[in-house]
Nanobody, 115 residues
Framework: QVQLVESGGGLVQAGGSLRLSCAAS????????MGWYRQAPGKQRELVAT???????NYADSVKGRFTISRDNAKNTVYLQMNSLKPEDTAVYYC?????????WGQGTQVTVSS
């Protein structure tokens, strides 16, 4: 079991930047990977980015080149740096900790990008 607390969301104009943080209640190195997902109103939750314990990253095509996922194992924290934000990035962003056959979600943080 792990508790994940996201922060850093807010309202930003198109072209702006935000950095999301996901603080875990236990050592994130114990998980196979950590990820960020998002869910816009009326849409399914979708993968944004993941990072493995070894540092391998994976991004959705829609955010490649604009978003960067990183992790600080000493702080048990995962980050999502979001640059060049677009109105279509507006969503609730969720952090997830992945283990084989198990996944733990945070409560989410709202990101709103105005045009």
């Amino acid at each position: 079991q792990v508790q994940l607390v996201e922060s850093g969301g807010g309202l930003v104009q198109a072209g702006g930047s935000l950095r999301l943080s996901c603080a875990a209640s236990r050592n994130i190195f114990s998980f196979n990977s950590m990820g960020w997902y998002r869910q816009a109103p009326g849409k399914q939750r979708e993968l944004v980015a993941t990072i493995t314990g070894g540092g391998t990253t994976n991004y959705a095509d829609s955010v490649k080149g604009r978003f960067t996922i990183s992790r600080d194992n000493a702080k048990n924290t995962v980050y999502l740096q979001m640059n060049s934000l677009k109105p279509e990035d507006t969503a609730v962003y969720y952090c997830k900790a992945n283990r084989v056959g198990l996944g733990y979600w945070g409560q989410g943080t709202q990101v709103t990008v105005s045009s």
